[in-house]
């Protein structure tokens, strides 16, 4: 007996744990998923930080003779001076008397060669105007709109990351147009304007979708196979149903040697640009 007392079993020694193990572990696997969460959020942020934005600048676009030079002169030196096809772009600084705030006008030209140029413009451009002659787009309006659907397709291809600019329709020289009872010039010339460039926009969606030619579309629509003309809708082209965003439309004129004058500060000239101008003042 008092042998086997003397030699007492050998039992394991239970393993003692410290909190901070047990914890350590525990905590490894929830660690791990908010440090992702914090690297996906920095990333986020430095990517936000390098987007670009929309700029601050107003491009002038539009088929060649439309009138973009003089509208630029107008908006520049309050007077419309003689001018011709421009074959550069011209760029000009433009105070808003109402907002006291200056923008950045850039014309660009419209001749086939180098309209092409208002894509180096396009991440500075706060928004674009594109200048359609509403007196002959009844004879040029294939040629117009092919130049319309090049910055429509620049618009809607940029990343979701840029802030797209704001596109405005101006239905230029309608003082041409004789307005009539129902309808003032200014109206007349939009009406026009939209309905040919509605009518030659779809021409070329549905040549586009369909990858056959379309009389009169242009030689070097041969080699193109540009979007950005879905609408919502039955997909018929309109305007109003452009998935690419909000198209403005409004009908200006100018007069060459006429001096455009403030009627007070607070209020802007009383000329053919006042839609413009407004325009420009409500650009955020």
């Known amino acids: 007996m008092d042998a086997f007392a003397a030699s007492p079993s050998k039992q394991a020694e239970p393993e003692v744990l410290s909190p901070a193990s047990v914890l350590g572990s525990q905590m ?14 920095i990333s986020i942020l430095v990517v936000r930080r390098k987007s670009p934005r929309r700029g601050d600048a107003v491009i002038l676009a539009g088929y060649s003779d439309a009138g973009k030079t003089a ?4 908006l520049a030196y309050r007077q419309t001076l003689p001018t011709h096809a421009s074959m550069q772009t011209n760029a000009s600084l433009v105070a808003l008397s ?4 200056t923008l950045r006008i850039i014309d660009v030209p419209g001749h086939p060669r180098i309209r092409g ?4 413009y396009l991440p500075e451009a706060k928004a674009i105007a594109f200048v359609v ?15 319309l659907h090049m910055i429509m397709h620049a618009l809607t291809s940029l990343p979701p990351s840029r802030e797209t600019p704001s596109l405005l329709i101006v239905a230029h020289k309608c003082d041409l147009l004789k307005g009539t009872a129902n ?11 939209r309905t040919i460039l509605e009518r030659e926009l779809e021409k070329r ?3 586009h979708a369909h990858g056959v030619a379309v009389e009169g579309l ?9 979007g950005g003309l879905e609408c919502s809708g039955n997909g018929e082209f309109k305007f109003a149903e452009w998935e690419g965003g909000e198209v403005g439309f409004i009908g200006t004129s100018v007069a060459v040697g006429k001096v455009a004058r403030v009627v007070d500060e607070k209020h802007a000239e009383s000329d053919g640009l006042s839609p413009l101008r407004e325009w420009l003042e409500e650009l955020n």
């Not at 696997?29 to 690297?39: D, I």
């Open 71 to 74: 509208i630029l002169t107008t």
């Open 98 to 101: 109402s907002s006291h705030k």
């Open 117 to 120: 140029q208002f894509q180096e």
């Open 133 to 147: 002659d509403a007196s002959t787009v009844s004879r040029n309006g294939a040629a117009v709109a092919e130049h």
């Open 205 to 207: 969606r549905v040549s």
């Open 183 to 193: 309808a003032s010039a200014e109206q007349l010339a939009i009406n026009r304007v």
């Open 218 to 226: 242009g030689a070097e629509d041969a080699e193109s196979e540009m």
């Open 28 to 41: 490894l696997p929830l660690a791990a998923v908010v440090l992702a969460v914090l690297m996906v959020a």
